[in-house]
Nanobody, 121 residues
Framework: VQLVESGGGSVQTGGTLRLSCAASGDTYCMAWFRQAPGKEREGVATIDSDGRTTYADSVKGRFTISQDNAGYTVYLQMTSLKPEDSAMYYC????????????????????WGQGTQVTVS
């Protein structure tokens, strides 16, 4: 499965961006991670094929993950952006169910995109 992200860019503090990730094949769970320079890659949000979502505490109430009806494209709507949200954002996916306890862990996911840069200033 190949994942292709799009939608990154530069915005001012308080602005909005929407990221998209298109999958080339079937997946069960899709997620967004981010990695800032010098920091570990961290889970941001996940969604499974039943529409159940998980969010990192740092983005709850500001970011929304969703998917299209076919389940091949996942979106990350980001609002009230802060400078600390600046990072490379990666899409991830796995073909099997993912328990909530590990949904935001990097090692959970088999497939990864190349990333899209988000800069908030």
């Amino acid at each position: 499965v190949q994942l292709v992200e799009s939608g990154g860019g530069s915005v001012q503090t308080g602005g909005t961006l929407r990221l998209s990730c298109a999958a080339s094949g079937d997946t069960y769970c899709m997620a967004w991670f981010r990695q800032a320079p010098g920091k570990e890659r961290e889970g941001v949000a996940t969604i499974d094929s039943d529409g159940r979502t998980t969010y990192a505490d740092s983005v709850k109430g500001r970011f929304t993950i969703s998917q299209d009806n076919a389940g091949y494209t996942v979106y990350l709507q980001m609002t009230s952006l802060k400078p600390e949200d600046s990072a490379m954002y990666y899409c991830a996916a796995d073909p099997g169910p993912v328990g909530r306890a590990i949904a935001l862990q990097r090692t959970t996911y088999r497939y990864w995109g190349q990333g899209t840069q988000v800069t908030v200033s």
